[in-house]
């Protein structure tokens, strides 16, 4: 998920470590209350990438999410938005500037779905066509043909859908920066894998900074750049990616909160094309079975088909493949799945690359470059 | 006095997912009420016609009369509801905004104490004080048929999801944005259903204006009853009763409408 070249990793589009939004010293007590919300805090989100703010109920991660586009004011600090000390303008100004997506959608039920989504253009004062246009481009980008969905009301639309168009209205002025508050936390659990799936495509098209809260460890893992985990009495406690959160917790607290799943967690963090991978060779062609590789039968196009030789095993079992761009979690997922003890891995257009054993994850996974552990 | 049409909430759900009997259903719901009134105004106008009419009787049933009789009934319905939603509408958004806290439950305690007020004591008070005539007539209207509007606005506006308005100052909405395109649209069935309610009360009530001097039907029906003419009274009475119930037709159709639009 995240390069290995730089550490810290600037988010997917790997450009410098510029922060877009920067709280300084930022922190909240609500008036009448002994204890901070928010504990003084320094937070620093890089330009294009997406920072995950988890932790328990009452942790302060989404009143440190309002701060930012000061739903919530902070009560101590300065809000920086590329650059510029946003502490003091105009906040209903601010806001126009900052995507916004929460878990309730929101979405205005007397207006339809292109109304909806042109709410912030129409304060911005775009005019008509550019408007119609833009709708049309962002419900396509979101996955709804815009002829059928325009017109319809947010209450003839399943949950999922509701949800595209609220990211699609939270896209609508092309901020730079989203704000997103458990956007997929009323979804069902199906839905909402491929309502993540697509966020992370949708990301890689547009390349918005964005603050996304959640409560759910595995989604924080899976769509983050980097993780900010809060404790109670809202302090962060390790801002960091998600690979080194679940290796390196920063403390106690954070150990515990990655819990027990944390090795098998970060499997999916791990993706095959950093793997020194054992070699495979091909039936009847290369450089034979003689010096001790595995060997796989393959069909004309140079699919492999089935086991030739497994050095070490006599019968070779049959055979599962997963795809280079695949995680280490997927290979395990294909061997459990198999009921075998390697599998063969493939790249997309299914030629082999290599092989992965059971006893490799349980023994020394070897990663090219610097990031083994 | 509302109950021949289904309660504000129901339309709403309903028109999502309006389909062929559903759709007939309310068509028919909506058409019935006119109808009736239209029957029984008929059959009343055959009973008093069967009558042999004596000369007062004659009188106070006097087409012209009761046209201008009516005209100045309509006009004290119409102006005091006018002045209610004038003063409560503003008072109800007032009293929904955050911060007004407890201010909200004085004022809509308030508003419960002059519900409670008999109207008819309250015109004769303000007779006294204001003098007699349409003035204090329509004061005491606007007295008798603020709560309805006042309560119906707070709620309406309080029943606007929270989200909504989050979304809404997220987006950048400033406040009065909020309430302008999103929590008052939001809020016009309810408010709707609270100015029927008002205009009900308020044609019942428009004849005891008589009482004072204010005109309207209750003149004829004050000296029917004097004059001892039982089926003259009873021919006024019900001219009021069917003027109520379209009224509260129309401000249903009205409601049904704007529910309509906004679920």
């Known amino acids: 998920m995240s390069e290995p070249t730089e550490s810290p990793p600037a988010g997917r589009s790997g450009q410098p470590d510029r922060p877009m939004i920067a709280l300084e010293g930022v922190s909240k007590t609500y008036p009448k209350q002994q204890r901070p919300a928010v504990a003084t805090l320094d937070l620093e989100v890089p330009e294009g990438a997406i920072v995950m703010l988890i932790g328990p109920s009452g942790c302060g991660k ?263 761009s695949g995680t280490v979690y997927d290979a395990v997922d294909v061997m459990l799945d198999g009921r075998t003890p390697v599998v063969a891995v493939v790249d997309d257009d299914r030629q082999p690359r290599g092989l992965l054993r059971w006893d490799a994850l349980v023994g020394d996974l070897r990663t090219k470059g610097r990031r083994t552990r | 006095m509302t109950a021949e049409v289904a309660p504000p909430g129901q339309p709403t759900a309903a028109t999502a997912t309006a389909s062929g009997p559903g759709r007939l259903w309310r068509n028919r719901s909506l058409i019935v009420p006119p109808v009736l009134v239209l029957v029984g105004l008929v059959l009343v106008a055959l009973y008093v016609s069967n009558q042999q009419l004596d000369n007062v009787e004659q009188r106070i049933l006097d087409p012209g009369d009761l046209l201008d009789r009516l005209g100045e009934h309509l006009l004290l319905t119409g102006y005091s509801t006018l002045i209610v939603i004038v003063l409560a509408v503003p008072l109800g958004i007032l009293l929904s905004r955050p911060g007004v806290g407890s201010a909200q439950t004085g004022v809509l305690a308030f508003g419960g104490f002059m519900q409670a007020l008999p109207p008819f004591g309250v015109i004769i008070l303000l007779a006294v004080v204001v003098g007699a005539g349409r003035l204090g007539a329509t004061i005491a209207l606007v007295i008798a048929s603020f709560l309805p509007v006042l309560t119906n606005t707070v709620v309406g506006l309080r029943q606007v999801d929270p989200a909504l308005i989050e979304a809404a100052r997220g987006m950048g909405m400033s406040a009065s944005r909020t309430l302008l395109k999103v929590e008052l649209p939001l809020a016009v069935p309810v408010m709707v259903a609270g100015i029927r309610v008002a205009l009900v009360l308020n044609v019942g009530t428009a004849t005891l204006a008589s009482y004072v001097g204010a005109g309207g039907l209750g003149v004829p029906i004050d000296s029917a009853l004097k004059l001892g003419r039982a089926e003259a009274a009873f021919a006024v009475s019900a001219l009021v009763a069917a003027l109520a119930l379209m009224i509260d037709w129309l401000a249903g159709l009205a409601q049904h409408l704007v529910s309509g639009r906004v679920s």
Not at chain 1, 140 to 154: A, H, I, S
Not at chain 1, 272 to 289: I, K, T
């Open chain 1, 62 to 324: 989404t009143t440190t999410l309002k701060m930012m586009n000061r739903l919530i004011e902070p009560t101590t600090g300065r809000i920086v938005l590329d650059g510029e000390d946003v502490t003091a303008v105009n906040a209903d100004q601010l806001r126009r500037r900052i995507g916004y997506v929460i878990q309730q959608v929101g979405l205005f039920p007397h207006l339809n779905v292109a109304d909806n989504v042109a709410v912030v253009p129409k304060m911005l004062g775009w005019d008509r066509n550019r408007i119609t246009a833009r709708v049309e481009e962002l419900l396509y980008l979101v996955g709804l043909e815009p002829k059928d969905f325009r017109d319809r009301y947010p209450r003839q639309l399943s949950g999922g859908q509701q949800q595209r168009v609220g990211v699609a209205r939270g896209l609508a002025a092309d901020p730079p920066v989203m704000l997103m508050d458990e956007p997929f936390g009323a979804i069902d659990p199906i839905t909402r894998d491929r309502l993540q799936d697509e966020f992370l495509v949708l990301q890689q098209q547009i390349a918005k900074t964005i603050c996304f809260v959640t409560h759910d460890l595995d989604e924080a893992v899976k769509l983050g750049d980097r993780i900010a985990v809060f404790g109670p009495g809202g302090q962060l406690r390790q801002y960091d990616t998600p690979d080194e959160v679940l290796t390196n917790p920063a403390d106690d607290y954070v150990a515990e909160f990655v819990g027990s799943g944390a090795a098998v967690r970060r499997l999916s963090l791990l993706e095959l094309s950093r793997l020194e991978l054992d070699q495979v060779a091909v039936a009847g062609g290369g450089p034979g079975p003689a010096n001790g590789h595995p060997v796989l039968v393959v069909d004309d196009s140079g699919r492999p088909t089935a086991w030739q030789h497994l050095p070490g095993l006599a019968e070779p079992p049959p055979l599962v493949t997963v795809p280079l």
